[in-house]
């Protein structure tokens, strides 16, 4: 059989193993500390504490939201701004993202603290409940500044190719938050619950000064430039937002309408107890939205260089990866209820019977959870906001409400619960049937509806193993590609040359000999022109500052004389970090 170009999905699969793990992590941290912060509240204050971060949680995730919107709506726009090669208009999108923030700070801070009896009104509870509430509310707008800034780091840090670092600051915030909590809130210091506002205010704001500290100083592309004012731009960002601040608006609704129903069937001892389900459950959907985040950005640039190909292969990977992390946590949660209560100090034998039955409803929910948050993050990506917004939407109110005023009037706190498996089932029927509308309406889509009518005809893409016969045999063997897209002679003979010598050059310089990897190789045709892009997960190498460095040492003449001849008949070479790893592009 004779032996053809494929590719494999190793450089995918290390691209994406780097985001997940860290995004993931990031996730976890962010989580586990609020997590931890209401077991510390639990452990000092009792269920009365716990009850009151139920009613104040509203408050903070429209802070959430805010951020959200500005920081991770900017991150989606710049990252299509990275696949088109265009880094003038990403450092506008980041120097407007920042000022947005900044207006949005001032604005906020003055509202808030403006209107705080009117929010405590509108929250809920009343004697020692509302007392806790007032004072956690007070303390968490004064330090809000630092939750709506700290989303910029977060996100573009991951643009950049470092989502290490976006990792590093959800643990350092998360650790200095627990930390500060316990402190603030023993009895050494015996600040009871304003002390956990303040823990997380100093938290926040210490984080995002160090992470705005590594995008000016740390990063090559995320610098404030001068903005040309533009409406579109910002509406670019609000739109591409806007899925990521529907998710913590409705969430905010969501605990609006069960705590109020729980008060309404009387059930107040219930309060603790869907604090205990609200954070187990940001715990377990922080994985999912971990696994779709680092999704979004390695999408995002296909998207912009129009790879379908490859986004197909990765999203493949990452419903994998977070189909098996979502039912190892599922089983978790089922099967081990009492260890939560006891974590969260709930003692009263009605609440902790209750808990069960509720941790069982949530570890079924996120099972359907999980393909809904995939496909909401994946959709806002391939801009299809409005199918991420229904997604949404559906699952935390269309569907939800009415389950839980259904299902909680006839059952009771029980069907509260159930209504949270309901809602994600619901939802994830009707997206699928919504999908498969759009694409009898839309022949050319693909079920990831990525458009197929333009695919295959002018490109190909493959894998190279680092040795020098495979090298030599994808520059032959390019050349049946090369005649078959009309590509003259001339250019087939640059093609085929520029992958030999380029290849041989990062092989020697970039890669382990003894560790078998692989090179990916896209070549597109462009009217006239054809781009050669090559990518690997080497040590970083820029052939292009490696020719110019060396050109004029006589010893290294015929270690370079490859990359002279290509970037003397090449119209444009280019080299830049992607996703943190090498990308060379030659265009012909």
Do not use: H
């Amino acid at each position: 059989m004779e032996r053809e170009l494929k590719q494999n999905n190793f450089f995918l699969k290390t691209v994406y193993g780097k985001y997940v793990i860290a995004s993931v992590l990031s996730m976890l941290a962010a989580s586990m500390s609020g997590t931890i912060d209401t077991v510390i509240v639990g452990r000092f204050l009792g269920e009365t504490g716990l009850a009151a971060m139920s009613l104040v949680s509203p408050v903070y995730l429209s802070y959430y939201t805010i951020g959200a919107v500005i920081g991770m709506g900017a991150s989606i726009a710049g990252n299509l701004y990275i696949g088109k090669n265009d880094y003038e208009a990403y450092r506008q999108v980041f120097t407007l993202s920042f000022w947005m923030t900044a207006a949005v700070c001032a604005l906020t801070t003055i509202a808030a603290l403006l209107c705080i009896e009117p929010l405590l009104l509108l929250l809920g509870g009343e004697g020692l409940v509302k007392e806790y509430a007032a004072d956690y509310l007070f303390w968490y707008i004064v330090g809000g500044s630092g939750t709506l800034f700290i989303y910029l780091p977060l996100n573009f840090l991951k643009c950049e190719g470092k989502p290490q670092v976006s990792s590093f600051l959800f643990l350092l915030s998360g650790g200095i938050n627990v930390l500060l909590t316990w402190l603030f809130m023993s009895p050494v210091c015996g600040m009871g619950m304003k002390g956990a506002s303040i823990a997380t205010g100093i938290s926040m704001n210490l984080t995002a000064i160090i992470g705005l500290y590594f995008l000016f100083c740390r990063t090559e592309n995320t610098r404030l430039v001068k903005m040309r004012p533009t409406i579109r731009m910002a509406g670019e960002i609000l739109v591409c937002g806007s899925p990521n601040g529907c998710n913590n608006l409705l969430n905010a609704l969501k605990i609006l309408l069960i705590n109020g129903m729980i008060l309404r069937i009387d059930g107040a001892v219930y309060l603790p107890v869907f604090s205990l389900v609200k954070s187990v459950s940001d715990l377990a959907t922080g994985v999912c939205i971990g696994v779709a985040s680092a999704l979004m950005p390695i999408v995002g640039v296909f998207l912009g260089e129009k790879d379908g190909g490859s986004i197909r292969r990765v999203c493949r990977r990452a419903m994998r990866v977070g189909g098996i992390l979502t039912a190892g946590l599922s089983a978790m949660i089922a099967l081990f209820p009492n260890m939560f209560c006891f974590l969260f100090n709930i003692t009263e034998s009605s609440a902790r019977e209750g808990s069960r039955g509720a941790m069982v409803w949530l570890a079924v929910s996120l099972l359907f959870a999980f393909p809904n948050l995939m496909m909401s993050g994946y959709f806002n990506t391939i801009r299809r906001p409005m199918l991420s917004n229904l997604i949404l939407s559906l699952r935390l109110l269309v569907y939800l409400g009415p389950a839980v005023l259904l299902l909680g009037s006839f059952a009771g706190a029980k069907g509260i619960w159930m209504s949270l498996a309901a809602a994600d089932m619901l939802t994830l029927g009707t997206v699928l049937l919504v999908v498969k509308a759009i694409r009898r309406r839309s022949p050319c889509l693909d079920r990831y509806l990525l458009d197929t009518s333009m695919e295959g005809e002018s490109e190909i893409s493959f894998s190279v193993r680092n040795t020098v016969e495979d090298i030599m045999f994808a520059s032959n063997k390019i050349t049946d590609f090369c005649e078959s897209s009309g590509l003259g002679v001339k250019k087939t003979m640059q093609v085929s040359l520029a992958i030999e010598e380029m290849l041989t050059v990062i092989i020697t310089y970039c890669m382990d000999e003894e560790k078998e990897q692989f090179i990916d190789i896209r070549i597109v045709k462009i009217g006239e022109d054809v781009l050669l892009r090559i990518r690997n997960s080497g040590k970083i190498f820029d052939p292009v500052s490696f020719y110019e460095e060396n050109r004029e040492c006589e010893e290294m003449e015929e270690r370079v004389l490859g990359i002279k001849m290509i970037a003397g008949t090449a119209k444009k070479i280019e080299f830049r970090e992607t996703f943190g790893m090498n990308n060379l592009m030659i265009r012909f």
